[in-house]
């Protein structure tokens, strides 16, 4: 129900914008956000937006590097990622949730298969 796109292969302080398309289905009143999991690696919180898109949520590793947005209309979710480090290189993954905002991923219930980012040094 959810599908990413966007990832590949960039070098350190490169950019990538990842998209999450909803195609089927109107996630448009849903919390959306982004989890990544790395090798050997729990999956961990990376950005969430509300469903109006006037509130978002970033973890501290993340923070002033990466922008969540959205577009309703389009039904996709956006993860604009910046300054790019070798530690970023994961499986970008999104989810939604019917409720407000949160950097819990048990809390998600809608889930995508992945795109994988990686970043060389």
């Known amino acids: 129900q959810l599908v990413e796109s966007g990832g590949g292969l960039v070098q350190a302080g490169d950019s990538l914008r990842l998209s999450c398309a909803a195609p089927g289905r109107t996630f448009s009143a849903y919390t959306r956000a982004w989890f990544r999991q790395a090798p050997g690696k729990e999956r961990e919180f990376v950005a969430a937006i509300n469903y109006i898109g006037s509130s978002t949520l970033y973890a501290d590793s993340v923070k002033g590097r990466f922008t969540v947005s959205k577009d309703n209309a389009k039904n996709t979710v956006y993860l604009q990622m910046d300054s790019l480090k070798p530690e970023d290189t994961a499986v970008y993954s999104c989810?939604?949730?019917?409720?407000?905002?949160?950097?819990?991923?048990?809390?998600?219930?809608?889930w995508g298969q992945g795109t994988q980012v990686t970043v060389s040094s």
């Open positions: 989810a939604a949730r019917s409720l407000g905002l949160s950097d819990n991923r048990r809390e998600y219930n809608y």
